[in-house]
């Protein structure tokens, strides 16, 4: 009798035990993973993923038609530890009935208070005073020296009133916001009701809003949609946040916008490329906070999320294609996440 071939399930950086454990506990698995923290050298990982069953990546690894050519016919599944797939050459794995499984809303909560840090920091200017505090520039009281923004009965835009940018607007209500405008690709009266919230046109947004929070996710649609002359309809006074997408935004007219003046401040917690190098021109403004992603992983985030991707592939190598045919076209969703963890992940 021939023995039985384990699946192999190739995943692309160093994860805490638990994913893996949970992984090997549901199914029979011969795991393989890219033992560091740095990403993964594009020729390591053809010659990781040759063969495989399964791939488990990040945001950061780019699969496109040449790494699945060089995976080959086994590759059955691939499960990405992110909310967003815009990394994924989704229409070449569709062609191939490669099943696709993500996680959305388990950092949702985690985002949305990644944002209020991010208003909060830049509309009162605190880097900015811990180093004059650090340097020496503190030397008296003066009734305009380093005075910020107020969230108290102000505008705020939002791009992209889905789960993330839902959150932000309810964490904001505590602060006294006046008026909540959205934009998106059509309006969501019941969403916005709870806030609300006026749909405008994206000119209106920038016009109109004291402080603007990006939040929607990257497309053709999107792909640089704040540049230059949405940064010279906003307000002088205006505080720019994106936590979405770093392509999102031409970074060229942002750093315009915020030397000239022509914008008060901007927190980012995505760039093109991540991380910026350090003498990019953004990271020399003194209104521009940059963020590491890293603050966002905490492990409360970290830990449902690589459950929840082991927990994926899991279920798409061990269910029948029949059961799960109408949900493997493009990205897995969110309606049987449930299901996953009820069935492969061990209480």
């Known amino acids: 009798m021939r023995p039985v071939r384990l699946m192999k399930v190739f995943i692309t950086r160093r994860i805490p035990p638990e994913g893996i454990a949970a992984l090997t506990r549901a199914a029979d698995c011969e795991v393989e993973q890219w033992d560091s923290d740095e990403p993964i050298p594009d020729k390591e990982l053809e010659r990781g993923l040759a063969g495989a069953h399964g791939l488990l990546c990040l945001l950061s690894d780019r699969v496109d038609k040449r790494l699945l050519d060089a995976a080959g016919a086994n590759l059955k599944v691939i499960s990405t530890l992110s909310v967003g797939v815009d990394h994924l050459a989704l229409d070449e794995i569709k062609k191939r009935g490669i099943r696709v499984g993500y996680t959305p809303d388990v950092l949702t909560d985690t985002t949305a208070e990644l944002a209020m840090s991010l208003l909060l920091t830049t509309c009162r200017r605190l880097p900015e005073a811990i180093e004059e505090v650090k340097n ?54 019941e969403e916005a009701a709870e806030f609300q919230a006026e749909f405008v046109s994206v000119p209106q947004l920038a016009a109109q809003s004291d402080f603007i929070v990006v939040a929607c996710s990257l497309t053709p649609a999107t792909r640089g949609l704040c540049n230059k002359d949405f940064f010279q309809k906003m307000k002088k006074t205006a505080v720019f946040v994106n936590i979405s997408r770093g392509d999102v935004v ?3 007219d942002l750093y315009q916008a915020l030397a000239s003046g022509q914008i008060a401040a901007a927190g980012l ?3 093109t490329p991540e991380p910026l190098p350090t003498n990019h021109p953004l990271l020399t403004l003194k209104n521009c906070g940059k963020n590491s992603q890293r603050v966002l992983l905490q492990w409360s985030g970290v830990g449902p999320r690589l459950l929840l991707t082991s927990s994926q592939m899991t279920l798409m190598l061990t269910v029948p294609r029949p059961h799960l045919e109408n949900y493997c076209l493009s990205v897995f969703p969110f309606c049987l996440f449930s299901y996953l963890v009820n069935n492969f992940v061990p209480s």
């Not at 009734?143 to 939002?158: K, R």
């Open 136 to 189: 020496g520039g503190w030397t008296t009281w003066k009734p305009l020296w380093m005075c910020g923004y107020g969230l108290t009965q102000s505008t705020v835009g939002i791009i992209g009133l889905g789960r993330i940018g839902q959150a932000i607007a309810r964490r904001l209500k505590p602060f006294g916001v006046q008026r909540y405008l959205y934009t998106g690709r059509q309006p969501r009266p």
């Open 250 to 252: 031409n970074q060229d």
């Open 269 to 271: 917690d995505v760039t």
